[in-house]
């Protein structure tokens, strides 16, 4: 590992693997199409959406499938990162300043690991609502009904049916919801889109935003300087 003089460019810190960042868009890009594809199929007003696919036949076929993609880059994303996600004492500290948070005050907030006890939340209702959406979407859809009474002995009734069509739909409203405040948050905190573009962050907002995170790279990587970082890299 080397580093360089400062020639002007941005200091840059690597955040994120090549892997990492192609399950996460795996993710992004399999949950815009259940998104789409489900509010198709949720209420007539919105069948319109099912165009985009080429018409209803191809939104419902679409849909499960999907919904598996995004549970096995989910399940991936979930053990590539648990650790780094358990809660600490300095989560409880962050969310009671969060209005320093909202008005840009960083410099009254704790300082934190690679995430913060927002980005915490958002991965572990995540964590809850992916398998609930798996499990009652099996129930919803004729090849996974036939799956789990072939391989759990399980016949899910029509009561139970129509229930999890219920759990279902509020799960997945969650969900969006919960993906709107990601979606949001990442465009607001200005450099966030770029850590899962490039990969990189500035040493500058690693400093701001997650500075426990920044000493523990440079420590790691026995350098008094940036870690893994050459100007404009």
């Not at 090549?18 to 868009?25: C, F």
């Not at 209803?56 to 679409?62: F, K, V």
């Not at 398998?131 to 072939?150: D, H, K, N, R, S």
Request: aromatic share 12%; with cysteine; hydrophobic share 50%.
């Amino acid at each position: 590992m080397t580093t360089q003089t400062n020639t002007g460019a941005p200091v840059t810190v690597r955040r994120y693997s090549g892997s990492a960042r192609l399950n996460h868009w795996v993710m992004a890009i399999s949950f815009v199409l259940l998104l789409l594809s489900g509010l198709s199929l949720f209420h007539p007003s919105l069948f319109v959406l099912s165009g985009l696919f080429g018409g209803g036949g191809t939104a419902r076929w679409l849909h499960p499938w999907a919904g598996l993609v995004f549970a096995i880059s989910f399940m991936g994303l979930f053990f590539r990162f648990f650790a780094l996600n358990l809660p600490e004492r300095t989560d409880i500290v962050w969310l009671a300043k969060l209005k320093h948070v909202l008005t840009g005050h960083d410099e009254y907030l704790p300082e934190v690991g690679k995430y913060n006890a927002g980005q915490k939340l958002v991965f572990w209702i995540q964590a809850i609502l992916v398998p609930v959406m798996l499990i009652t979407g099996l129930c919803l859809w004729a090849p996974g009904l036939a799956w789990m009474e072939q391989t759990l002995g399980f016949k899910a009734s029509i009561d139970q049916q129509r229930l999890a069509a219920l759990i279902h739909a509020m799960a997945a409203v969650l969900a969006i919801l919960v993906w709107i405040v990601h979606v949001y948050a990442a465009i607001w905190v200005r450099g966030t889109i770029g850590a899962m573009t490039t990969g990189t962050v500035t040493g500058g907002w690693g400093w701001r935003h997650h500075r426990r995170w920044l000493r523990e790279e440079v420590v790691a990587h026995g350098t008094t300087e940036h870690p893994r970082v050459t100007p404009g890299e």
